[in-house]
């Protein structure tokens, strides 16, 4: 089932395709972080993949295996048209924990990629907002990090300002309809 | 109801009790004191304000419908204004970053006032003994009564409400009152006034 998004992306990026690890139809395709960006690109453009859909950002930490790199960003891919579905994984290393964004193939993953960032420490170049999403603006650490202590907490004393939670020029389209209204 | 612990049946009945035959009941007068009556109708008329956060309020609101029907107990009028409210029921998981919101909530509210934390995650987090969660509202906001339960049943939660409401009749204070007090006589140099 799974075939030929694996020869379409090995034909495309050969070089830059670690591995592809078809798992009972479930195909993962491990690719180099620095030509991962045009990975993602194909799989949205191409007309025979057609993954219009990113589903999930998530990333792993592999403390305990004692692997390097540390890190792997994973993205979940949905094609609607075609109803295939793929695994693209990237490996990171901790002491560069950067990978390129995908806000400008899909604006879905804007939040995703706050969320990794927030759980991960894991920093996402060219995103138009990197900062915390799930956790206060008093928050140290990344809590989904191995080494993190799951009862680790820090404490709020000034709610956070929700409306900055938006991307800027949102939030400046946002303050001037106001601003507009206020002047009425 | 307290109120009847004072009742006072005067042996001098001052109606016309030779003529008309009417019940003891029917012509007795007692006499209480003034806060014992105020007392009993706060207990009896306690507007709820629901901070519900999870599964905890979907059992509130099955409390408050007509199966359970709260207003038995006189609380059924619930008010989404701190201002309108003196009886916070804090339903649900409090994550770190809403504490401040539920401090800011609580403060709104006008005194005399109570809280109820319901369910194990408002008590004491619950099984989020993690990084994110609140381990037990009582670390922002004084709580008069704790109901367990994951979440707890209709019938835990009204029985945590008439606990308050004994409380109240009793003429004890708030949980709010009570640490006001207590910090009045560790530091009298403050002469803060608070109200109640």
Known sequence: MAEFVRDNLLNAFGDAVLEAI?????????????????????CKADAELSFEFCMDVTAVDYLALEVEPRFAVVWHLYSL?????????????????????????????????????????????????????????????HPLRKDYPADLRWKLAVPDDLVDEMAPEELERIRGRARRRLSD | MGLKDDLVRPS????????????????????????????????GSLWPLPFGTACCAIEF??????HYDLARFGAEVVRFSPRQSDMMI????????????????????????WVISMGVCASSGGFYRAYHV???????VPVDVYVPGCPPTPEGLIYGIM???EKIER?????????????????PEERRVVAG
């Open chain 2, 171 to 187: 003429g004890e204070p708030s949980r709010y009152q009570a640490i006001q007090a207590e910090r009045r006589r560790a530091h």
């Open chain 2, 90 to 113: 804090v339903a649900g998981t409090v994550v770190d970053k809403q504490s401040p919101i539920l401090k800011l909530i609580y403060e709104q509210m006008c005194e005399p006032k």
């Open chain 1, 22 to 42: 078809d798992e009972r139809g479930d195909l993962t395709v491990w690719v180099a972080r620095d030509r991962v960006h045009d990975v993602l690109t194909h």
């Open chain 1, 81 to 141: 048209s075609t109803g295939k579905r793929v695994r693209i994984k990237t490996p990171v290393p901790e002491d560069d924990p950067v990978v390129d964004t995908a806000v400008d193939v899909w604006k879905s993953t804007d939040w995703f990629e706050r969320e990794v960032y927030d759980m991960f420490g894991i920093r996402f170049e060219g995103h138009p907002n990197m900062k915390r999403i799930l956790t206060h603006q008093d928050f140290r650490g």
């Open chain 2, 12 to 43: 001098d009945a001052t109606s016309d009790a030779g003529t008309v035959d009417v019940t003891d009941e029917a012509r007795s007068v007692f006499t209480t004191k003034l806060e014992k009556v105020v007392n009993w109708a706060r207990a």
């Open chain 2, 134 to 140: 609140v381990q037990g509202i009582d670390e922002i």
């Open chain 2, 61 to 66: 609101m099955s409390v408050v419908s007509s």
């Open chain 2, 163 to 165: 606990k308050l409401q």
